[in-house]
């Protein structure tokens, strides 16, 4: 079974820079779809952006052209660029995976989730 953990979370800045990294514990990386969702209190939890298992990406429109979703196969690793950040992205960030190449938008399309981690970016 894939067991994901998220990391890299911190507070920032508006404007700064945080990558956040995904590890899966498994060895099936390869055969998993992948994505990044932000819960932020009292909100329904939110596509940021999703990856194929070949590397085609997805991304939310509020987030585009400032996130970047990448991954490395072979390292088991999946990863979060964030760069000007504002505060409307203080969330916690959790990693998701599917079984399967097809990278759905909806969270209810993933069935392994991390424990989250929290960015919080300062105004």
């Known amino acids: 079974q894939v067991q994901l953990v998220e990391s890299g979370g911190g507070l920032v800045q508006a404007g700064g820079s945080l990558r956040l990294s995904c590890a899966d514990s498994?060895?099936?990386?390869?055969?998993?779809?992948m994505g990044w969702f932000r819960q932020a209190p009292e909100k329904q939890r939110e596509l940021v952006a999703v990856?194929?298992?070949?590397?085609?990406?997805n991304y939310a429109d509020s987030v585009k052209g400032r996130f970047t979703i990448s991954r490395d196969n072979a390292k088991n690793m999946m990863y979060l660029q964030m760069t000007s950040l504002r505060p409307e992205d203080t969330a916690a960030y959790y990693c998701?995976?599917?079984?399967?190449?097809?990278?759905?938008?909806?969270?209810?399309?993933?069935?392994?989730w991390g424990q989250g981690t929290q960015v919080t970016v300062s105004s």
């Open positions: 998701a995976a599917r079984r399967g190449t097809v990278a759905y938008s909806d969270v209810y399309a993933y069935t392994a």
């Open positions: 498994g060895r099936t990386f390869s055969n998993y779809a």
């Open positions: 990856i194929t298992s070949d590397g085609s990406a």
